[in-house]
DNA sequence: CGCCAGGGATCTT
DNA sequence: AAGATCCATGGC
């Protein structure tokens, strides 16, 4: 695949952070809200490397989308001191990234992903798009934006469903209510830190623990964000148990409860420190392809 | 057919 | 505070 050591433009796209980019014809298309962005290929000297592109056009988008001003191989450094296994998987995928998307298509996104898999996820952000977004003729190809919340507020819960979002259907229209009404505060969301930004996401209507640290990590600058998922959670109850989690007091089961989450994220968070969120995502695509993952 | 998928809400113990 | 159940849906 085409990479270098500071961005892995494959890896990064590919590993469940960011849905809604797709590859036609050897070049990827990403949905940035309002925004088509591009990444083509150039073979130059030998060499690959990317032109970045978008429509409407935004001036040095990857800078931001793919977090280029983070100081890559400090993070990498740092976050390799902390156990072997992290030290082994940073070096194996070196160039995973953790990518900054918009808070509000991220929150959507998140609600879908709860109990389903990413194919799946896909799917549905894409008929959202499809239906309830703006329909982009650029060059001769068609893209279709993602829905604003007005948009996505004036859906009927039979045209989600028939996006097949099943029962997320109505944490999406709660939670797209909610945050037009001012229930809860975008503000807040945005602007404070990790805990506090965290209570407040946990407010909107099928945002847990889980999903909360996603759209902090994914979304709201927050790397030291730490996601448990079910692979994760895999992961703890084979190897890292013995290194994170040696007290007996915390045992841990197929699903966490609250309790429980709340317990071993700060026992993974004290011990990877303020880049947490770079680790986990290099467990989680570790595991993943160790898995063979079909996407 | 049963099980699982980047879980969470709700009810029950 | 932990456990059980249900949620809608497609792939295997």
């Known amino acids: 695949m085409f ?16 849905f809604l980019w797709e590859n036609r014809q050897n070049i990827w298309y990403g949905i940035y809200e309002d925004t088509v962005l591009k990444i083509s290929p150039i073979l130059d000297n030998n ?27 400090q993070i990498i450094n740092e976050i390799s001191k902390k156990d072997l296994t992290i030290e082994k998987i940073t070096k194996q995928y070196r160039g995973l990234r953790i ?8 929150i959507i ?16 952000l894409r008929n959202l798009s499809r239906v309830f977004g703006k329909t982009i003729e650029w060059k001769g190809d068609t893209f279709h934006t993602f829905p604003t ?26 939670t797209v209510k909610s945050i037009l009404n001012q229930d809860v505060d975008m503000k ?28 902090l990590l994914f979304s709201l600058d927050k790397l030291d964000a730490f996601p448990i998922d079910t692979w994760i959670v895999k992961l703890l109850q084979e190897y890292l148990n013995n290194i994170l989690v040696a007290s007996p007091d915390v045992k841990i089961n197929s699903k966490l409860s609250p309790n429980q ?11 990877y420190g303020k880049y ?20």
């Open 109 to 124: 996104s998140f609600l879908c992903s709860s109990n389903n898999n990413i194919p799946r996820i896909r799917l549905m």
């Open 261 to 271: 989450y709340k317990v071993i994220s700060k026992k993974i968070r004290d011990h």
């Open 149 to 174: 919340l007005a948009g996505i507020s004036s859906a009927s819960q039979a045209e989600l469903l028939q996006c097949g979002l099943g029962y997320r259907a109505v944490y999406i229209q709660n």
């Open 3 to 18: 990479h270098n050591n500071q961005l892995n433009i494959y890896s990064t796209i590919n590993s469940g952070q960011y």
């Open 99 to 106: 990518m900054r998307q918009k808070p509000i298509q991220c």
């Open 47 to 73: 060499r690959i490397r990317y032109e970045y592109d978008s429509f409407p056009k935004i001036e040095d988008w990857e800078q931001s989308v793919f977090r280029l001003d983070d100081n890559y191989d």
């Open 188 to 215: 807040i969301i945005e602007k404070a830190n990790y805990t506090e930004s965290k209570l407040e996401l946990m407010k909107l209507c099928g945002v847990g623990e889980k999903i909360a640290d996603c759209i």
């Open 276 to 295: 947490s969120g770079y680790a986990q995502q290099f467990l989680y695509y570790s595991i993943r392809e160790r898995n063979g993952r079909k996407w």
